[in-house]
C-alpha cells in the first residue's frame, strides 16, 4: 500500500510568512500533481496561502509551472508574485 509522494516544498518571502516556515516535507496522496499540492497547501495555511498561490507561481525542476496536471517529484519552490523589474 503506497503512502503517497514525499515532496519538499520551500517557500519564499510572502508565501514563507505564510506558511510560517521557510521549508517542509509533505505527503501527497495518489497522484503527485500541481494542482495536489495547490489543494494541500490551501487547505493548510488558508486565506493567507490562497492569496499567494492566485498570483504566484510555483518552480518545478526550475522552470515556472502553472498548470495544474503538472507531475511533481522532488523539490517544489513556491514563489509569491515580485513586483519591480
Do not use: I, K, N, Q
Not at 507561481?57 to 507531475?71: E, G, I, M, Q
Amino acid at each position: 500500500m503506497s503512502t503517497g509522494a514525499v515532496l519538499t516544498v520551500r517557500y519564499f518571502a510572502a508565501a514563507a510568512e505564510a506558511a510560517g516556515r521557510e521549508s517542509e516535507d509533505v505527503v501527497l496522496p495518489g497522484e503527485p500533481t500541481l494542482g495536489a499540492l495547490r489543494t494541500l497547501l490551501a487547505e493548510r495555511y488558508g486565506a493567507p496561502m490562497e492569496r499567494v498561490l492566485a498570483s504566484g507561481s510555483f518552480l518545478v525542476d526550475r522552470v515556472v509551472r502553472r498548470d495544474p496536471a503538472t507531475p511533481l517529484a522532488g523539490t517544489v519552490d513556491v514563489l509569491p508574485p515580485f513586483a519591480g523589474g
